[in-house]
């Protein structure tokens, strides 16, 4: 088995009230902890890769050639969609290119009407060799590989428009954002959730900046039409955690515990359960 367009998956999400996680990877060991997780529930699962994180592992060829070497020396049944996160315009090309099997434009910064001329463009190249398509309406708040979004809510209007071209799957912003939540957020809009789902009927949508985010909040998006969520900051900060906690004790001074494969196992195993939590939140365990 292989990579796979994330259509699919998310559509039926969408159908049955539930969600898809994406988790974004930074190694191998990430990778490896998220596509064991994922076997093991029996759910779908998406790899998310962001410009900067397909950079440090040396370029989207050498990704997309992990994952799916990954997919097969695991033996990994369940459907795995390799997805570009936030990538430019030129990053998706790149991605598409390199093997890729869904790619997300952003083109939140851009005037609406560029935004809707490029990712016109992109759905016609994606669906002419089967892959699925990711567009934004309205920047997600925080910051993703330098890249700074203020928490726009997005125009429903506007998503509509977006949505009309044919793409996949559509991100709107409603007050999310990437990273930690400060203490002040306001929540998720929900106002203005239920206005785009009243115009954006049939195309999932996407929920970016899932980490915090209250599991009441979390089911309550899932019913108004999201079915793709994206984690990545909870699995860096327990996985950041778990390392200190284990040189903090001197584990790595005893033995061999200097190893990477031992040094980084703690952290590996605090992946695996953080993304475990988030399925089953999200209600994909057992639907592969």
Known sequence: MSIVSLESMVKKAYDNGYAVGQFNINNLEWTKAILLTAQELNSPVILGVSEGAGKYMTGYKTVVAMVNAMIDGLGITVPVSLHLDHGTYEGAYKAIEAGFSSVMFDGSSYPIAENLAKTKELVAKTKSLGL??????????????????????????????????????????????????????????????????????????????????????????ISLGVAKINVNTECQLVFAAATRKYIEAGKDLEGKGFDPRKLLAPGTEAIKQAVKAKILLFGSANRA
């Open 132 to 221: 699925s398509f990711e567009a934004e309406v309205g920047a997600i708040g925080g910051e993703e590989d330098g890249v700074l979004g203020y928490g726009e809510l997005a125009d429903p209007d506007q998503c509509k428009q977006i949505a009309d071209l044919g793409v996949t799957i559509l991100a709107a912003g409603i007050g999310n954002i990437h990273g930690v939540y400060p203490a002040n957020w306001k929540g998720l809009n929900f106002d203005v959730l239920t206005k785009i789902r009243a115009k954006v009927t049939h195309t999932p949508l996407v929920l970016h900046g899932g980490t915090g985010i209250p599991e009441d909040m979390i089911k309550k998006a």
